[in-house]
């Protein structure tokens, strides 16, 4: 019963920001590992950001510079945090996270259902 919850998306200009948060809730024991994904019309879905319980980041090439990844450990949640886009951002951005629900319980991903984000004049 773990749930993934995105927020933040919409439709911004480009050169903008937006800010996307993911809450995570259910029966969880320790997020090893939270990233966002997209997914832009026409491609597969693609590993946009990931931090883990270090923390340690890392992003996409396409990104560097431009997006910073963040957590809060406290709250189960993680934040992608988005400046200067341009129209090729525009795609669905996913949260995942990388769990286990009990001690000694393997680890599972699981998914949010997307949020859509939009750049555009």
């Not at 200067?84 to 000694?104: I, N």
Request: contains cysteine.
């Amino acid at each position: 019963q773990v749930q993934l919850v995105e927020s933040g998306g919409g439709l911004v200009q480009p050169g903008g920001s937006l800010r996307l948060s993911c809450a995570a809730s259910g029966s969880i024991f320790r997020i090893e590992v939270m990233g966002w994904y997209r997914q832009a019309p026409g491609k597969q879905r693609e590993l946009v950001a990931y931090i883990t319980s270090r923390p340690s980041s890392d992003y996409a090439d396409s990104v560097k510079g431009r997006f910073t990844i963040t957590r809060d450990n406290a709250k189960n949640t993680v934040s992608l945090q988005m400046n200067s886009l341009k129209p090729e951002d525009t795609a669905v951005y996913y949260c995942q996270a990388l769990l286990v629900t009990g001690p000694s319980q393997p680890r599972s991903n699981y998914w949010g259902q997307g949020t859509q984000v939009t750049v555009s004049s």
